[in-house]
């Protein structure tokens, strides 16, 4: 393999920049290693950024496909590298719009997708062979995931030439976000369906992004966000390891999705720590041997719970650290929050100028010109080293609880959470903790216009979803339908029956409802 072409990089006074930096300390240099080999502390790559930039993912959706299309084609149109679907609870949770517990949540959080329509109209005039696509869905995943697909298939690009991540972490939806449908177990099948289908169909498709996101959201420490994830991450990988997959070619496929808060060095130093925590764990636990396999890629989005409603351009200037911590951790892949988030969806000037964060970093700072730039800090490698043993004991005490699953079904790691939630609100009350606007510092100003979801976003949803009842063959939806629930009692893997039934139109909605039929309803304990 030829050497991946790097960009010249001198600083604005015309110093050359070299590739990568070794530290200071001869003991040290030898502990860490160079970038792009195990363990991974300094990056999966060994030029990382200078090589090739991060992607610019863009989080976006709202309202109908129609809608959500040209903010797509906005983003593109302003260098966005790769699009980021939100999709509306509804859709999440697997009910179609007309649904009655969808009323007053059609298109709010993210866009409505129903069937395959929707789909084609969320991509139209969108080239699937040149743009690669994530998808933030867990209890639907599987069947957004088949209409992705069969699209590919209509612009004449088979499976296998698919690019992107489907989020497909089940497991973090009970612990600390909620968009379950079905219980554990059957939930968990569905998850390792998609991976093993994945394996032999999409091969370069990430079938899984295992996330820590949205447990840093609910309120756990930057320590728990490594630890609970690569928890997950480990139930996940075994249960694919006993479907019969090879863990090297599971390992390969495996992404992940963390936070960034506002901590400079404690951030960039997470990263690095639960990129070779990971590793340790594939090869050592799992006796993973490809690099690849042993490699953690993951996405970054900066932390949305650290957006203020007062003094909304502030949050530019938090959003900044936390994409600098991110891109000097080694992010494969970022989206930047948007100033005004923390009031609603974002408008389209606030959107650029989030995406403008991320090219003025890249391009502007000297950030991505050389790897690791932080590598070698007395600072920053004890923060790694700290992380990294208090992830792995975190890890120890959920394994002797019987593993992710159990502990989570327990109420442990969500009663972890909210200890570490309610330390932080107490800081922040007691003035203890300072966020600049909100305890200290505050000031009366204006809030910035407000971007809302058209009335008639609902009213387009719900066309689209009788259009497509009105033009598809109710027999061949039935027989689809038909032969999903039989799969799904015999056992087989899923996505087959489901690729059928999306190609048929059968609805998001439909399709649940027979899988509930048979999985029943995952119904959340009363206490924890």
């Known amino acids: 393999m030829s050497a991946p072409s790097l960009r010249d990089a001198t600083t604005p006074s015309g110093l050359a920049v070299r590739t990568v930096y070794e530290p200071s300390d001869p003991a040290l240099a030898g502990r860490l290693g160079p970038p792009g080999e195990y363990p991974f502390t300094r990056g999966i790559h060994p030029t990382m950024h200078r090589g090739r930039l991060w992607t610019m993912r863009q989080y ?6 129609r809608e959500t299309n040209r903010r797509f084609r906005f983003l593109l149109d302003q260098g966005q590298t790769g699009l980021s679907v939100a999709f ?42 040149e743009v690669s696509v994530s998808m933030t869905i867990n209890a639907t995943a599987s069947v957004i995931l088949a209409m992705l697909v069969s699209l590919a298939r209509r612009q004449g690009v088979p499976a296998e030439g698919i690019r992107g991540t489907v989020q497909n972490d089940i497991l973090k939806e009970y612990a600390a976000r ?15 369906d998609l991976i093993e289908w994945c394996a032999e169909a999409a091969p370069s498709f990430h079938p899984i992004s295992i996330s820590g996101y949205h447990m840093r959201e609910a309120g756990c420490t930057a320590v728990q966000e490594v630890g609970f994830t690569l928890a997950n991450g480990i139930a996940y990988v075994a249960a694919a390891r006993d479907r ?27 990263f690095r720590a639960a990129r070779r925590l990971w590793a340790r764990t594939m090869r050592e636990g799992f006796g993973a041997s490809r690099p690849g396999a042993l490699q953690m890629r993951f996405h970054a989005q900066t932390a949305g719970s650290m957006l203020a409603a007062r003094q909304v351009d502030n949050n530019v200037v938090r959003v900044t650290v936390q994409a600098l911590a991110a891109i000097l951790g080694g992010t494969q892949s970022l989206h930047t929050n948007s100033r005004d988030e923390a009031l609603s969806l974002p408008g389209e000037s ?37 992380i990294e043993a208090g992830a792995a004991a975190l890890i120890e005490e959920v394994d002797r609880l019987g593993g992710a699953v159990r502990a989570i079904e327990s109420g442990f790691v969500q009663r972890e959470i909210h200890k570490s939630a309610l330390r932080w609100q107490r800081e922040v009350e007691s003035g203890a903790r300072v966020l600049v606007g909100v305890n200290r510092f505050e000031a009366e100003e204006p809030p910035p216009p407000i971007f809302r979801v058209g009335e008639r976003a609902r009213e387009e949803v719900l066309a689209s979803l009788a259009a497509a009842r009105n033009s598809r063959d109710g027999g061949r939806v039935r027989r689809a339908l038909d032969a999903l629930e039989k799969a799904a009692g015999a056992g087989s893997n899923l996505l087959p029956p489901i690729l059928e039934a999306v190609e048929a139109y059968a609805t998001v909605g439909e399709i649940c409802a027979r899988l509930e039929r048979v999985f029943g309803r995952y119904r959340a304990p009363s206490a924890l």
């Open 60 to 65: 976006a959706g709202f309202g109908s496909a």
């Open 88 to 129: 509306d609870l509804p859709t999440q949770i697997g009910y179609d719009a007309d649904h009655p517990l969808a009323a007053g949540e059609v298109g709010k959080v993210g866009v409505a997708i129903q069937t395959l329509r929707d789909l084609e109209s969320l991509f139209e005039g969108i080239p699937l062979r």
């Open 178 to 192: 909620g968009t379950f449908r079905f219980p554990v177990a059957p939930s968990l099948r569905l998850v390792t």
């Open 244 to 270: 019969g997959l090879a863990v090297d070619r599971v390992g390969e496929q495996v992404s992940f999705f963390f936070n960034a808060h506002n901590h400079l060095f404690e951030e960039a130093a997470k």
């Open 350 to 386: 606030s959107a650029r100028l989030a995406l403008r964060t991320q090219q003025v970093l890249a391009h502007e700072s000297g950030v991505a010109d050389t790897a690791d730039p932080l590598g070698g800090s007395a600072f920053v490698e004890a923060l790694t080293d700290e």
